[in-house]
């Protein structure tokens, strides 16, 4: 029987490891961290759960499938329950919008928000759907390893003007700046900015629409807990709580996998779900191959970081969604202090995650959990020292919420804590502390993102954000599908 090795168990290393242990290949997962999930991580305080993310899980059908490939189903291990609205979106001038997949509660929406707007909606709702099928059923789970590959899938990116940036193409057909706000605002979810993110990225309005927006009952990680009980069930090797120290090479060949502990073992094949940089800078470090790779990752645009404030509250709030945008002042300009200027503005947007109130196991009975999540530059834009700022901005965000949603927001904290960008890279090994990989603009998309294959060693491969098609949980399920069907075929 092959041998397979999968360093990092986030959800495109899982869902990788299921695909080829599913497959008859036996695979080995080894996750640094004391449990399984990557970057939706999660912690246990005073009795409150609080998720490190990702909360939206979109395109089911992606994870049943995983499921299903050993005649499996996924309500065995995870209850995924429905979030409705999807977002509720709120903006200093005092309007709201509630984002949905309900079609008649959302033109009502569009019609009091941006009466003039129904007409370019619907044409906006036409693109988004063609460049779904285009971009994301058909190209969504290919590799793109060289650029003749590239060259084939130019002609339907071209008719969907991928060049043009998400916030350009929704201005094209919508007038109104809120409901363009709302139709481009997705982008920051996979670390990409309105403002410059591919069109192409419009097709997340078709896949939320689609498949709808849910939640994984007892936290996201429980989504990972749950993919990584399919994977040993299926009769895959799990080793948690030891990081891999070095992937040894001998000419164009990975042979051997070593971790801090001193356990070492040989495969026929190793993937890396770990961020690109860490991969090709520590873990090949010694090799030609990595150092060749680092030096060129160098130049390459990272997605910013975030910071992210996670509180417990007495009390609960059924009037507050599960997902809040409470957009600031500035949209434009904020974006362009965050992914341009890499400085901290005065002023910023709050992404308010609140699970108890579909959820409410989240949190004690009476009390809630919530999170509010910034958006900030990766330490490489922005060298500050962050455990100086760090309280002072969690102490700014509280307030703002509390100026927005809960005026004795101070009074009812039970527990708090703050997730910076230090963090990002200290837990999860990601350069600069960015929270999504490299930036998913045109010039980093397909064949100019990460290999599923490297070039030069070729039983090395690539899964995750950092390869097409990149962050959020269908990209990199997608990512790892693209991955398996090359080991497979290599390995067989």
Same mark, same amino acid.
């Given at each position: 029987?092959?041998?397979?090795?999968?360093?990092?168990?986030?959800? @495109?290393?899982?869902?990788?490891?299921?695909?080829?242990?599913?497959?008859?290949?036996?695979?080995?997962?080894?996750?640094?961290?004391?449990?399984?999930?990557?970057?939706?991580?999660?912690?246990?305080?005073?009795?409150? +759960?609080?998720?490190?993310?990702?909360?939206?899980?979109?395109?089911?059908?992606?994870?049943?499938?995983?499921?299903?490939?050993?005649?499996?189903?996924?309500?065995?291990?995870?209850?995924?329950?429905?979030?409705?609205?999807?977002?509720?979106?709120?903006?200093?001038?005092? &309007?709201?919008?509630?984002? /949905?997949?309900?079609?008649?509660?959302?033109?009502?929406?569009?019609?009091?928000?941006?009466?003039?707007?129904?007409?370019?909606?619907?044409?906006?709702?036409?693109?988004?759907?063609?460049?779904?099928?285009?971009?994301?059923?058909?190209?969504?789970?290919?590799?793109?390893?060289?650029?003749?590959?590239?060259?084939?899938?130019?002609?339907?990116?071209?008719?969907?003007?991928?060049?043009?940036?998400?916030?350009?193409?929704?201005?094209?057909?919508?007038?109104?700046?809120?409901?363009?706000?709302?139709? /481009?605002?997705?982008?920051?979810?996979?670390?990409?900015?309105?403002?410059?993110?591919?069109?192409?990225?419009?097709?997340?309005?078709?896949?939320?629409?689609?498949?709808?927006?849910?939640?994984?009952?007892?936290?996201?990680?429980?989504?990972?807990?749950?993919?990584?009980?399919?994977?040993?069930?299926?009769? @895959?090797?799990?080793?948690?709580?030891?990081? &891999?120290?070095?992937?040894?090479?001998?000419?164009?060949?990975?042979?051997?996998?070593?971790?801090?502990?001193?356990?070492?073992?040989?495969?026929?094949?190793?993937?890396?779900?770990?961020?690109?940089?860490? +991969?090709?800078? /520590?873990?090949?470090?010694?090799?030609?191959?990595?150092?060749?790779?680092?030096?060129?990752?160098?130049?390459?645009?990272? /997605?910013?970081?975030?910071?992210?404030?996670?509180?417990?509250?007495?009390? +609960?709030?059924?009037?507050?969604?599960?997902?809040?945008?409470?957009? @600031?002042?500035?949209?434009?300009?904020?974006?362009?202090?965050?992914?341009?200027?890499?400085?901290?503005?005065?002023?910023?947007?709050?992404?308010?995650?609140?699970?108890?109130? +579909?959820?409410?196991?989240?949190?004690?009975?009476?009390?809630?959990?919530?999170?509010?999540?910034?958006?900030?530059?990766?330490?490489?834009?922005?060298?500050?020292?962050?455990?100086?700022?760090?309280?002072?901005?969690?102490?700014?965000?509280?307030?703002?919420?509390?100026?927005?949603?809960?005026?004795?927001?101070?009074?009812?904290? &039970?527990?708090?804590?703050?997730?910076?960008?230090?963090?990002?890279?200290?837990?999860?090994?990601?350069?600069?502390?960015?929270?999504?990989?490299?930036?998913?603009?045109?010039?980093?998309?397909?064949?100019?993102?990460?290999?599923?294959?490297?070039?030069?060693?070729?039983?090395?491969?690539?899964?995750?954000?950092?390869?097409?098609?990149?962050?959020?949980?269908?990209?990199?399920?997608?990512?790892?599908?693209?991955?398996?069907?090359?080991?497979?075929?290599?390995?067989?």
């Amino acid at each position: 029987m092959k041998k397979a090795c999968v360093i990092g168990a986030g959800f @495109g290393g899982l869902a990788l490891a299921i695909r080829l242990q599913s497959s008859g290949i036996a695979t080995t997962l080894i996750e640094a961290r004391d449990k399984v999930g990557g970057r939706a991580y999660s912690w246990q305080r005073e009795g409150f +759960t609080f998720d490190a993310g990702p909360t939206v899980v979109t395109d089911p059908e992606c994870l049943r499938e995983l499921w299903k490939l050993s005649g499996h189903d996924i309500a065995d291990d995870v209850t995924l329950m429905p979030v409705m609205p999807f977002y509720r979106l709120n903006w200093t001038d005092g &309007v709201t919008f509630d984002y /949905s997949n309900d079609e008649g509660s959302l033109r009502r929406e569009i019609a009091r928000v941006a009466p003039g707007d129904l007409a370019g909606y619907e044409e906006f709702e036409r693109y988004a759907a063609g460049v779904w099928q285009e971009g994301y059923v058909k190209l969504g789970h290919e590799a793109f390893l060289d650029f003749s590959s590239m060259i084939k899938a130019a002609p339907a990116m071209m008719r969907y003007q991928a060049w043009r940036s998400v916030y350009s193409m929704v201005s094209h057909y919508v007038k109104d700046e809120h409901l363009r706000q709302a139709l /481009s605002f997705h982008t920051l979810l996979v670390g990409g900015n309105p403002m410059s993110t591919s069109a192409i990225y419009a097709l997340i309005h078709k896949l939320e629409k689609d498949g709808g927006v849910w939640w994984t009952k007892g936290g996201t990680n429980k989504l990972a807990q749950g993919m990584a009980n399919l994977f040993e069930r299926l009769g @895959g090797t799990l080793r948690v709580g030891d990081k &891999v120290r070095q992937v040894h090479t001998i000419g164009d060949q990975v042979t051997e996998v070593e971790c801090e502990s001193g356990w070492r073992e040989r495969f026929d094949a190793v993937a890396s779900n770990g961020d690109l940089m860490h +991969t090709y800078a /520590s873990l090949l470090g010694d090799t030609v191959r990595g150092k060749e790779m680092a030096r060129s990752l160098t130049k390459k645009s990272f /997605s910013p970081s975030l910071f992210v404030v996670h509180f417990g509250l007495e009390g +609960t709030w059924p009037g507050i969604p599960h997902h809040t945008i409470l957009f @600031g002042p500035r949209y434009k300009g904020l974006l362009d202090d965050i992914f341009e200027h890499g400085v901290l503005p005065r002023d910023f947007s709050i992404y308010l995650h609140h699970p108890t109130v +579909t959820d409410p196991s989240m949190a004690p009975p009476g009390k809630s959990t919530f999170y509010a999540l910034v958006p900030v530059a990766h330490m490489g834009k922005l060298p500050i020292d962050w455990a100086e700022v760090g309280p002072v901005l969690e102490q700014r965000v509280i307030r703002e919420v509390g100026r927005r949603l809960i005026p004795d927001i101070e009074d009812r904290i &039970v527990t708090r804590f703050h997730y910076a960008p230090p963090d990002f890279e200290a837990d999860l090994g990601a350069w600069k502390g960015n929270a999504f990989s490299l930036s998913p603009i045109l010039t980093q998309s397909a064949f100019f993102r990460g290999h599923n294959r490297d070039d030069k060693l070729k039983n090395l491969y690539l899964v995750g954000a950092g390869t097409h098609p990149g962050a959020g949980i269908p990209g990199v399920v997608g990512s790892a599908k693209a991955t398996a069907k090359l080991m497979l075929e290599d390995l067989r």
